[in-house]
T-cell receptor
Framework: QKEVEQDPGPLSVPEGAIVSLNCTYSNSAFQYFMWYRQYSRKGPELLMYTYSSGNKEDGRFTAQVDKSSKYISLFIRDSQPSDSATYLC?????????????FGKGTKLSVKP | DGGITQSPKYLFRKEGQNVTLSCEQNLNHDAMYWYRQDPGQGLRLIYYSQIVNDFQKGDIAEGYSVSREKKESFPLTVTSAQKNPTAFYLCASNPQGLSNYGYTFGSGTRLTVV
């Protein structure tokens, strides 16, 4: 039930690269999927929010959910040094028993100038 | 601007000492949460509260205590029973305690045992 798996990295890419961050999950009841960005020594901030399967785009960021394979992805186009942060995926079912989001452990991304 | 304020930003604790971390929100959110974050371990839930004067233990509540006397405030006390308290502590809130809305986080408190 409490399974969201995420590769911790670290992931290092050159500026301008396309970045792909991924998570898998095991609970088929999950319907809401989120990506949080956390800068060093700061709290996470909600970056992308997706309901059910499909894609959602916001500027350089695209969130993708494939419920058939239980796979969550975040793509960053034209990556910038300011994108260097830890990215956490999270999942929930409607209502969320006891109000708890299930988080992955986070992937640390470094974008080199 | 609405948000969550955590204080202090850095806190040092001596062995055997209790310390309290402050968390205040002006978002009018019903639910509040405390997480502990350690390198490589992700976010671990300590306590959460869905309503004033009520709270539940999370996955790692031992050595911690909380209170929820006001909707806006959810302080966390790290007691001397917590043997390894050095970590980054995050407070979060949610509008109605429904996780599908996502959480708003504070900026965290770094606690170090000296």
């Amino acid at each position: 039930q409490k399974e969201v798996e995420q590769d911790p990295g670290p992931l290092s890419v050159p500026e301008g690269a396309i970045v792909s961050l991924n998570c898998t999950y095991s609970n088929s009841a999950f319907q809401y999927f989120m990506w949080y960005r956390q800068y060093s020594r700061k709290g996470p901030e909600l970056l992308m929010y997706t309901y059910s399967s499909g894609n959602k785009e916001d500027g350089r960021f695209t969130a993708q959910v494939d419920k058939s394979s239980k796979y969550i992805s975040l793509f960053i186009r034209d990556s910038q040094p300011s994108d260097s942060a830890t990215y956490l995926c999270a999942a929930s079912w409607y209502g969320g028993s006891q109000g708890n989001l299930i988080f992955g452990k986070g992937t640390k991304l470094s974008v080199k100038p | 601007d609405g948000g969550i304020t955590q204080s202090p930003k850095y806190l040092f604790r001596k062995e055997g000492q209790n310390v309290t971390l402050s968390c205040e929100q002006n978002l009018n959110h019903d639910a509040m949460y405390w997480y502990r974050q350690d390198p490589g371990q992700g976010l671990r839930l300590i306590y959460y509260s869905q309503i004033v004067n009520d709270f539940q233990k999370g996955d790692i509540a031992e050595g911690y205590s909380v209170s929820r006397e006001k909707k806006e405030s959810f302080p966390l006390t790290v007691t001397s029973a917590q043997k390894n308290p050095t970590a980054f502590y995050l407070c979060a809130s949610n509008p109605q305690g429904l996780s599908n809305y996502g959480y708003t986080f504070g900026s965290g408190t770094r606690l170090t045992v000296v």
